[in-house]
T-cell receptor, first 113, second 113 residues
Framework: GAVVSQHPSWVICKSGTSVKIECRSL??????MFWYRQFPKQSLMLMAT?????????EQGVEKDKFLINHASLTLSTLTVTSAHPEDSSFYIC?????????FGQGTRLTVV | KNQVEQSPQSLIILEGKNCTLQ??????????LRWYKQDTGRGPVSLTI?????NTKSNGRYTATLDADTKQSSLHITASQLSDSASYIC????????????FGDGTTLTVKP
């Protein structure tokens, strides 16, 4: 199956700064990648669909200007949390869809202090 | 609205015992149903994938069943081990061009010695 690498695995940043999270598909060319957010003891919530070479598609309620997504190549998508605030602290996970299943990155634990 | 409901929300069992997790869905048209295991602080890992024509699939000590008529699935874990402690997520995908996936809230399993 596809291997999806996410970096960093954890990050602590100050309130008001921006944080970039990378998602790489190591052995699978992905025209589409998905970004999820997961709060403690809750399931994954789809934030946006990252489309290679075009704009991302955001789920309702997700601020596109706050969560910037760039999918510049078939193997890399980035999520930038801009002007982060403590309420943005969460677990962020990316995924790549294979023919019948999704392959997830290891996740990034973001803590905004 | 497509929904995926999992039960129980949480479960505690003793090491060596068996358990069964449930997943009911209303997703239509149905494409596939997947069970994932998510360890705390990690991305989900695929356990089983079933399409409409499959009613059972095993992966080691994990056996998933699917009844497409009643729209129910179960994940049976045999001879549980401490390492089985995790969240188990049921995901159902639509058979459309978008192929949207709907996530269940997960069942948190704790295996105690």
């Amino acid at each position: 199956g596809a291997v999806v690498s996410q970096h960093p695995s954890w990050v602590i940043c100050k309130s008001g700064t921006s944080v970039k999270i990378e998602c790489r598909s190591l052995d699978f060319q992905a025209t589409t990648m998905f970004w999820y957010r997961q709060f403690p003891k809750q399931s994954l919530m789809l934030m946006a669909t990252s489309n290679e070479g075009s704009k991302a598609t955001y789920e309702q309620g997700v601020e596109k200007d706050k969560f910037l997504i760039n999918h510049a190549s078939l193997t890399l998508s980035t999520l930038t949390v801009t002007s982060a605030h403590p309420e943005d602290s969460s677990f962020y996970i990316c995924s790549v869809e294979g023919f019948t299943e999704a392959f997830f990155g290891q996740g990034t634990r973001l803590t905004v202090v | 609205k497509n929904q995926v409901e999992q039960s129980p929300q949480s479960l505690i069992i003793l090491e060596g015992k068996n358990c069964t997790l449930q997943c009911n869905y209303t997703v239509s048209p149905f494409s596939n149903l997947r069970w994932y295991k998510q360890d705390t602080g990690r991305g989900p890992v695929s356990l089983t994938i079933m399409t409409f024509s499959e009613n059972t699939k095993s992966n080691g000590r994990y056996t998933a069943t699917l009844d497409a008529d009643t729209k129910q699935s179960s994940l049976h874990i045999t001879a549980s081990q401490l390492s089985d402690s995790a969240s188990y997520i049921c995901v159902v995908s639509e058979d459309t061009n978008a192929g949207k996936s709907t996530f269940g809230d997960g069942t948190t399993l704790t295996v105690k010695p």
